[in-house]
């Protein structure tokens, strides 16, 4: 693998490390809701735009007993329903062919080594070249075994010239001891550099546009401290409730489900110093040199720093929703947490005293992921001296957003025409449809495409997803120490939120953006 950036001439704009090399992909727990909504939509996107590598399979691996023909079929309703780009029959004959079914309980040694062999065929008919791909979608308690039975099995060992890898779904874990245990059965068959962790926010393409727009232009870098920079906030807000995976989300709830993940991660994009090259280690390494600076959060500061709320029943864009504790599945007095807002601070030089307030949440009335930079105000000599709180639309903000309708803007003050001096805000404004006039790519399509290509610069590596862990833990312990009944705060579907979120950030004399 070589750390030169190359143009995939496949695809305009889709830079990669490497070439993507053709594998079998072998996924775990195939019937899944991943398999149906993510992957194969992904993997078929890739092949409609031809950037899937000749010859590149998957094998569905998992219980239920089913025929190569049935799973297809299955596959191709689905990605009718879910693909990007809608599917073309013609090309979909080509790329259905390429998917094969396995059925074997995830603990039984002789599964696995059947499947040796019919990888060892596929390899025969579609020259995969003994490489594979195996990407853990099964449910978290199936990880150990399968684990070690390909070990066991020796799939993971490869013949020369062939490699290897292992693509991990999160959750990684459920605090930091889990995940070390989980890191250590992995890295027991697969080289740290054959590990892939997703977050499928890394994946996104504002995430990646983020070290472009920090490092890529002379504009932002000189502001990107403590001296220009007011605060900073983080949201990803959904409108959706739980659905139907009451059984995963019930013991994970928000703070595990996406602050542990996905928003540390762009928290660490924000705040990274730049590193000393585009390697994969180097960027990690600065993230996590941020993840190691957070303030840690315990005891009592949990209750001034940190907000959990849980949704009731409320509605939606006008349409009646049942609350939480309603959900199918949902213990009627559960405790989990549906929202999180929380202020997190840096304590390093470049973000000293620079609160990133993040919030989370689920049944909100907008779904949106956004980043707000907010500058400190201008001085008050010529214009703004009447306008000193960070709360009156006075400053400067930068807003990353991630999803959807992608794009940056900027908040500036610009004089309302007319005889007087009135000053407004107004907003200039970068969308990703309006500028390059394509969708983007979805998060699992580059991901994988990066797997295939042995570029893990887009996955946790092991150091940044157990530091993550050390500072939700903290949060967890704090909580349950307490009794999450004292600081369950409840809000109707629908709302923004719960109160304290608002009183959170209303205490340090600012207000939370308006999506
Ligand atoms: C997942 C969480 O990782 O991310 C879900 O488990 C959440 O609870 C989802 O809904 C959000 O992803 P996206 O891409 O829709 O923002």
Redesign the pocket.
């Given at each position: 693998m070589t750390d030169k950036l190359i143009e995939n001439p496949l695809r305009e704009g889709l830079v990669s490390r490497a070439t993507p090399g053709t594998c079998a992909i072998v996924i775990f727990g195939a019937t899944g809701d991943l398999t149906h909504r993510k992957l194969i939509p992904a993997l078929y996107n890739l092949a409609a735009d031809g950037d899937l590598p000749p010859g590149l399979s998957v094998v569905g691996f998992a219980r239920r007993d089913k025929t190569d023909e049935v799973f297809r079929q299955e596959l191709y309703d689905a990605a009718r329903k879910y693909s990007r780009q809608p599917v073309d029959d013609a090309l979909w004959k080509n790329f259905g062919s390429s998917i094969y079914y396995h059925r074997s309980e995830f603990s039984d040694e002789e599964g696995y080594r059947r499947l040796a062999e019919r990888l060892a065929e596929i390899d025969q008919e579609r020259g995969t070249r003994g490489n594979r791909i195996y990407y853990l979608s099964a449910g978290p308690d199936q990880f150990e075994p399968i684990l070690s039975h390909l070990t066991a099995t020796g799939l993971n060992k490869t013949a020369d010239g062939a490699w290897a890898r292992i693509i991990v779904e999160?959750p990684f874990g459920v605090d930091l001891q889990t995940a070390q245990r989980l890191n250590t059965e992995v890295n027991h068959g697969f080289k740290e550099r054959d590990t892939f962790r997703i977050d499928?926010?890394l994946g996104?393409e504002t995430a990646q546009n983020i070290m472009v727009l920090r490092f890529a232009n002379a504009l932002f870098e000189h502001l990107w401290n403590h001296r220009y920079i007011d605060h900073i906030q983080i949201t990803?807000s959904?409108k959706?409730g739980v659905e139907n995976?009451a059984g995963y989300?019930e013991g994970a709830g928000a703070l595990r489900?996406?602050v542990q993940?996905?928003l540390l991660q762009l928290l660490c994009l924000i705040a990274m110093e730049p590193p000393t090259d585009l390697s994969a280690d180097s960027i990690r390494d600065e993230k996590v040199k941020v993840l190691r600076s957070l303030r840690r959060i315990r005891g009592e500061e949990v209750f001034r720093s940190v907000v959990r709320g849980q949704y009731t029943d409320g509605s939606i864009d006008g349409e009646k929703v049942v609350g939480y504790r309603d959900e199918k599945n949902v213990n009627p007095g559960s405790m989990t947490e549906t929202y999180v807002g929380l202020k997190i601070l840096i304590d390093n030089w470049r973000w000293a005293d620079v609160p990133f307030f993040v919030r989370v949440g689920k049944r909100l009335p907008k779904g949106g992921?956004e980043i707000g930079i907010h500058f400190k105000n201008a001085p008050g000599v010529l214009f703004n001296r009447d306008q000193p709180s960070a709360r009156d639309g006075a400053q400067n903000v930068l807003v990353i957003r991630i999803?959807p309708d992608e794009g940056v803007s900027l908040r500036i003050q610009s004089k309302v025409p007319g005889a007087s001096v009135r000053i407004q805000p107004v907003k200039m404004d970068f969308r990703y449809g309006t500028s390059f006039g394509k969708a983007s790519p979805e998060?699992y399509e580059r991901l994988l495409l990066d797997a295939m290509a042995g570029d893990a610069t887009l996955f946790a590596r092991r150091d940044e997803v157990e530091e993550a862990w050390r500072f939700i833990d903290d949060i967890e312990a704090a909580w349950r120490d307490h009794g999450t009944e004292k600081n369950l705060a409840f809000y109707p579907a629908g709302s923004w939120g719960p109160a304290e979120s608002d009183a959170l950030i209303e205490q340090d004399g600012r207000g939370w953006r308006r999506l």
């Amino acid at each position: 693998m070589t750390d030169k950036l190359i143009e995939n001439p496949l695809r305009e704009g889709l830079v990669s490390r490497a070439t993507p090399g053709t594998c079998a992909i072998v996924i775990f727990g195939a019937t899944g809701d991943l398999t149906h909504r993510k992957l194969i939509p992904a993997l078929y996107n890739l092949a409609a735009d031809g950037d899937l590598p000749p010859g590149l399979s998957v094998v569905g691996f998992a219980r239920r007993d089913k025929t190569d023909e049935v799973f297809r079929q299955e596959l191709y309703d689905a990605a009718r329903k879910y693909s990007r780009q809608p599917v073309d029959d013609a090309l979909w004959k080509n790329f259905g062919s390429s998917i094969y079914y396995h059925r074997s309980e995830f603990s039984d040694e002789e599964g696995y080594r059947r499947l040796a062999e019919r990888l060892a065929e596929i390899d025969q008919e579609r020259g995969t070249r003994g490489n594979r791909i195996y990407y853990l979608s099964a449910g978290p308690d199936q990880f150990e075994p399968i684990l070690s039975h390909l070990t066991a099995t020796g799939l993971n060992k490869t013949a020369d010239g062939a490699w290897a890898r292992i693509i991990v779904e999160k959750p990684f874990g459920v605090d930091l001891q889990t995940a070390q245990r989980l890191n250590t059965e992995v890295n027991h068959g697969f080289k740290e550099r054959d590990t892939f962790r997703i977050d499928h926010y890394l994946g996104k393409e504002t995430a990646q546009n983020i070290m472009v727009l920090r490092f890529a232009n002379a504009l932002f870098e000189h502001l990107w401290n403590h001296r220009y920079i007011d605060h900073i906030q983080i949201t990803a807000s959904e409108k959706l409730g739980v659905e139907n995976r009451a059984g995963y989300y019930e013991g994970a709830g928000a703070l595990r489900d996406m602050v542990q993940n996905h928003l540390l991660q762009l928290l660490c994009l924000i705040a990274m110093e730049p590193p000393t090259d585009l390697s994969a280690d180097s960027i990690r390494d600065e993230k996590v040199k941020v993840l190691r600076s957070l303030r840690r959060i315990r005891g009592e500061e949990v209750f001034r720093s940190v907000v959990r709320g849980q949704y009731t029943d409320g509605s939606i864009d006008g349409e009646k929703v049942v609350g939480y504790r309603d959900e199918k599945n949902v213990n009627p007095g559960s405790m989990t947490e549906t929202y999180v807002g929380l202020k997190i601070l840096i304590d390093n030089w470049r973000w000293a005293d620079v609160p990133f307030f993040v919030r989370v949440g689920k049944r909100l009335p907008k779904g949106g992921t956004e980043i707000g930079i907010h500058f400190k105000n201008a001085p008050g000599v010529l214009f703004n001296r009447d306008q000193p709180s960070a709360r009156d639309g006075a400053q400067n903000v930068l807003v990353i957003r991630i999803q959807p309708d992608e794009g940056v803007s900027l908040r500036i003050q610009s004089k309302v025409p007319g005889a007087s001096v009135r000053i407004q805000p107004v907003k200039m404004d970068f969308r990703y449809g309006t500028s390059f006039g394509k969708a983007s790519p979805e998060a699992y399509e580059r991901l994988l495409l990066d797997a295939m290509a042995g570029d893990a610069t887009l996955f946790a590596r092991r150091d940044e997803v157990e530091e993550a862990w050390r500072f939700i833990d903290d949060i967890e312990a704090a909580w349950r120490d307490h009794g999450t009944e004292k600081n369950l705060a409840f809000y109707p579907a629908g709302s923004w939120g719960p109160a304290e979120s608002d009183a959170l950030i209303e205490q340090d004399g600012r207000g939370w953006r308006r999506l």
